[in-house]
């Protein structure tokens, strides 16, 4: 079978924005090559990185990559993708030189084009992602192992916006706490939370494809009967969840628009921790915060990203 390969250049600030765009075009997978990711990881001070020698040499372009069957309806896709770009520049997200490119792949090239660019990474003191096909031994006795299978979405931990989030939930999960995240993604954030001793997780997406594959990387992980999964449009309809933790790795503009029900939905002395988040954006969502009540805890940032911690704290109770 032929696959049509669909390669967007544009920026890190707009990387996450396509690939997700793309799932919901009906990707059969998705890539994202940033040389900035490589150069935070080499940073990292971890160990067990990527070898220098598989950094891309291609400048501040970042090379968004889809995988689509080579049918019928591809041109009506195209179509679908070529206006989405062009709606992206509303919500201030700056793409660039902006290309798109379409190259045909065999389907045993297409297993391996994307693949390749998957290895053990190391990305915070206790945690270490690691592609389900290949074999990985921890190093340390408290090293967490979390099993990806990232073939359909992104959010896998190289990206500043999840490493920051995996970071700040290292930071904040002490064990037993009940923890949503809103806009799971991969469901690597909701996997995380377990592996570090979180109690009651649960994971919402409005996106069907990101239910699809947070299952399927929960069941990897074997937290099947231990993280609820639910497609729903961020915190609508839920009320008074009581968490201890809510956590979210989304659009800046996005998350603006779940703050009240964060606050509602938090226990007293709880914690919200909100990342995908650039620079222009960032003093908006603090005043938003702070007018909402919330405390800032910390703000951590990689390059031109910033994760903000911050809680729910409440005089006399």
């Not at 995996?166 to 993604?185: F, Y």
Request: glycine letters at 8%; proline letters at 2%; a negative charge.
């Amino acid at each position: 079978m032929k696959w049509n390969e669909v390669v967007i250049i544009t920026t890190t600030e707009a990387a996450d924005a396509t690939a997700n765009l793309l799932v919901e075009a009906g990707a059969q997978g998705t890539v994202i090559e940033d040389e900035l990711d490589y150069i935070n990881l080499q940073d990292d001070g971890f160990g067990q990185l990527k070898d220098s020698r598989d950094i891309p040499e291609f400048g501040h372009d970042v090379f968004v990559k889809a995988y689509y069957p080579d049918e019928k309806l591809f041109k009506d896709t195209l179509n679908v993708i070529r206006k989405k770009m062009s709606e992206m520049t509303a919500m201030g997200l700056t793409l660039g030189k902006y290309e798109l490119l379409i190259n045909d792949i065999k389907e045993e090239d297409w297993e391996h084009s994307w693949k390749q660019f998957y290895h053990p990474i190391r990305v915070t003191r206790y945690l270490t992602i690691v592609p389900f096909w290949e074999k990985y031994k921890p190093v340390q006795v408290d090293e967490k192992i979390l099993l990806m299978d990232p073939g359909m979405a992104f959010g896998t931990g190289t990206h500043p916006t999840t490493r920051l989030s995996l970071e700040a939930l290292e930071t904040v999960v002490r064990g037993g706490e009940k923890v949503l995240d809103v806009g799971t993604g991969s469901g690597i954030l909701s996997i995380a939370s377990k592996a570090l001793g979180a109690g009651e997780v649960f994971a919402y997406d409005i996106d069907s494809v990101a239910i699809k594959q947070t299952k399927m990387n929960v069941e990897l992980n074997g937290y099947t009967s231990q993280i609820a999964i639910e497609k729903n449009s961020l915190l609508e309809g839920i009320h008074d969840a009581g968490a201890d933790i809510i956590v979210a790795n989304i659009l800046a503009e996005i998350l603006l628009l779940m703050i009240e029900d964060a606050w509602n939905n938090l226990k007293n002395n709880g914690v919200f921790i909100l990342s995908g988040i650039i620079d222009s954006k960032k003093e908006e969502l603090l005043e938003v915060l702070v007018e909402q009540g919330f405390i800032i805890e910390e703000i951590k940032n990689s390059k031109d990203w910033y994760c903000i911690i911050c809680k729910k704290e409440l005089e006399g109770e």
